[in-house]
């Protein structure tokens, strides 16, 4: 793997997450706390009206607006449209001074505590999650999308993956997640300065990947109204087993609907508040144990 020469940190790219956006404001007034001597870091607020405004977004979801093709096509004008092609332009402006590695940061009302989550399974990403599971117990690994044409802002780089907190309400900072999110960076960090120094332990211990199977709506009716909410039994466990039969959500006139999958699987993004205008309860992971 050869060496990082330069990375980004995004926050705020929903407006209303502001772990992100309040850490990517710290680094901007100290920006020795993310500098390190063989790698330039680039502090960027990523929806910058939205965070403002203390909305997810002004027109449209920003992080579903990196395609490759609507990058390219002028006639996508809204502002979300335009910040991406901003963004773009400053990750990917040439050969020499794109970034190597992008680093996303987010917070979601599901109990997700620091997860990572991954686009791709690049051995460096691998890698460096294996490192950061091991030394930090907390952190959990996720493998969701595949980002071959992927809209998300992570896929400006083959090294883009998300930080994701939770669970904190949108609009609100929850000071121990935040200490815990610009700790996680600060480790990172370390890690690739030891990288491009080639010191970089091997870490004689397998990783936990919670791999994407699935997206799970509500139950809904013929208006598309939904009829059921998170069974209270299930709210709040995410990486924790869901076994055939087990209730899965509740009915508002209380009646349980049970998971009527022939497998075990691990929900994660349990009730995220921002997924409900996209039709998502939750998403269905499987368990990997990898040796890396």
Known sequence: MQKINRIAIVGGTHGNEFTGAFLVKKFEKYPNLVQKSNFETLTILGNPQAFNAGRRYIEKDLNRCFLHENLQNSNLTSYEDIRAKEIAKILK??????????????????NMGLSIILGNQHPF?????TYLSAINPLVKVCYTIPENGSNFLRSLSELGFVIEVGAVAQGVLNADLFQKTEQLIYTILDYLEKHNHGKIAEINQPLTLYKFISTVDYPRNENGEIQAMIHPDLQFRDYEPLNPGDPLFLTLDGKAIAYEGTSTVYPIFINEA????????MLFTEKQILSI
């Open 93 to 110: 402006e040439d050969n020499q001074t794109n970034v190597d590695l992008i680093i996303d940061l987010h917070s979601t009302t599901a």
């Open 274 to 281: 921002a997924y409900y205008e996209k039709g998502i309860a």
């Open 125 to 129: 990403l691998l890698r460096l999650s």
